[in-house]
């Protein structure tokens, strides 16, 4: 969901520029195109308009998105390398490798904020899997508005 937009619906809303019903009726059709995003969706935004974005909130299936296509594409790209040795191979793989870190450590934070933790949590190693186990707050937090409302 994009939590801009919904953050600019409650500003109009608490300056009385939006009644309850016009409110609730773009709430509702923000929700729906969110429910409607595949991981694929997420795994492509993190390495596009994402890239570098280390604020706001990011749901769990966001997170699982990125690292899941991540993964795929880590894992086959490594079995290329074994099955040819090419130089050329080794070379995307290491240029993908660079590339992804970023998007992952960011779409990482966004996760922790998402239950209400702060991105310096990324220095441990073990939050990565609590993040598996962990829902995210309900409601608004100091980071902003829940992705799931």
């Given at each position: 969901?994009n939590?801009?937009?919904?953050?600019?619906?409650a500003k109009?809303?608490k300056?009385g520029?939006l009644?309850?019903?016009?409110?609730s009726?773009?709430?509702?059709?923000?929700?729906k195109?969110?429910k409607?995003?595949?991981?694929?969706?997420?795994f492509?935004?993190?390495?596009?308009k994402d890239?570098f974005n280390?604020?706001?909130r990011?749901?769990r299936?966001e997170y699982w998105?990125?690292?899941?296509?991540?993964?795929?594409?880590?894992?086959?790209?490594?079995?290329?390398?074994?099955m040819t040795?090419?130089?050329?191979?080794l070379?995307?793989y290491?240029?993908?490798s660079?590339?992804t870190?970023i998007p992952?450590?960011?779409v990482?934070?966004?996760?922790l904020h998402?239950?209400?933790?702060?991105g310096w949590w990324i220095?441990t190693i073990?939050?990565?899997?609590?993040m598996i186990?962990?829902?995210?707050?309900?409601?608004?937090?100091?980071?902003?508005l829940?992705?799931?409302?």
């Amino acid at each position: 969901m994009n939590v801009d937009e919904l953050e600019k619906l409650a500003k109009l809303k608490k300056k009385g520029l939006l009644s309850e019903d016009e409110f609730s009726t773009q709430k509702e059709t923000l929700l729906k195109a969110c429910k409607d995003k595949s991981t694929w969706f997420y795994f492509k935004r993190a390495l596009t308009k994402d890239y570098f974005n280390f604020s706001k909130r990011a749901r769990r299936k966001e997170y699982w998105g990125v690292v899941l296509w991540n993964y795929i594409f880590s894992l086959l790209l490594y079995a290329l390398l074994i099955m040819t040795g090419s130089g050329f191979i080794l070379s995307i793989y290491l240029l993908y490798s660079l590339y992804t870190i970023i998007p992952g450590l960011s779409v990482l934070v966004r996760r922790l904020h998402d239950v209400n933790m702060r991105g310096w949590w990324i220095l441990t190693i073990i939050v990565p899997i609590i993040m598996i186990f962990v829902k995210g707050n309900k409601g608004s937090n100091r980071f902003g508005l829940d992705p799931l409302a």
